[in-house]
């Protein structure tokens, strides 16, 4: 049994859970975090100190954290070929888009522009910092954008855990209001993603409960 502790509205959480669907693993899922609390206990710490979701367990497994870590786990134990490609050399022009995503495009479009957007009231938001940072974004989607001219995945035909984190935050990026660049291929690859069922129950879920009031 796969225990994950983590809320469905984490954007981290969505990797995993995605990542899990889309192997055919069926998890135990507990619901901490954000409105659901229960990540600073002591039993919660234990398992990840950071007190921070999501947290996975395969079976009497060491706890797991990180979620790009934990779709490496799963990717080496559970995925085919196509998902988790042996060859480092095949595997790592895949993995660098999966570390670009994290270290350079999501942290411009989550403290850049969701935060600021969802998190903040309209009469306090901070629309020349807004502004800013979707100008920023602009050349990150157009470089993604041009990677995803040479095929319908990161994957090639199908999609390789790769594509599980680059995937993730873009529903977010094309749902909130703000200025984007014209990336056609980006917006293809998100429609696919949009009628894969496993995305669509686990990324494309409502961010309304995260909205300030």
Same mark, same amino acid.
């Given at each position: 049994m796969i225990t994950v502790w983590g809320r469905t509205t984490s954007g981290n959480g969505q990797i995993v859970m995605w990542a899990l669907a889309e192997l055919g693993l069926k998890p135990e899922r507990h619901d901490v975090g954000g409105a659901f609390g229960g990540?600073?206990?002591?039993?919660?710490? &234990?398992?990840?100190?950071?007190?921070?979701?999501?947290?996975?367990?395969?079976g009497d497994g060491p706890y797991l954290w990180e979620s790009a870590a934990i779709l490496r786990y799963l990717g080496a134990t559970y995925g085919d070929e196509q998902f988790w490609p042996a060859s480092p050399g095949k595997r790592a022009p895949q993995d660098k888009w999966a570390e670009w995503i994290k270290t350079t495009f999501?942290?411009?479009?989550?403290?850049?522009?969701?935060?600021?957007?969802?998190?903040?009231?309209?009469?306090?938001?901070?629309?020349?910092?807004?502004?800013? &940072?979707?100008?920023?974004?602009?050349?990150? &989607?157009?470089?993604?954008?041009?990677?995803? &001219?040479?095929?319908?995945?990161?994957?090639?035909?199908?999609?390789?855990?790769?594509?599980?984190?680059?995937g993730a935050p873009l529903y977010r990026y094309f749902t909130l209001d703000f200025d984007r660049a014209d990336t056609p291929n980006l917006r293809a690859y998100y429609d696919?993603?949009?009628?894969?069922?496993a995305y669509a129950e686990h990324v494309t879920v409502s961010y309304e409960s995260l909205r300030a009031k």
């Open positions: 990540n600073r206990t002591p039993e919660y710490l &234990a398992m990840n100190p950071n007190g921070l979701v999501p947290v996975l367990r395969d999501s942290p411009v479009l989550g403290p850049g522009l969701f935060w600021p957007i969802v998190g903040t009231t309209p009469d306090k938001r901070d629309h020349a910092g807004i502004a800013a &940072a979707a100008g920023k974004l602009k050349p990150l &989607a157009v470089m993604l954008d041009a990677r995803l &001219a040479d095929g319908p995945y990161l994957g090639g035909s199908d999609i390789c855990f790769a594509d599980i984190v680059v696919r993603l949009c009628q894969r069922p």
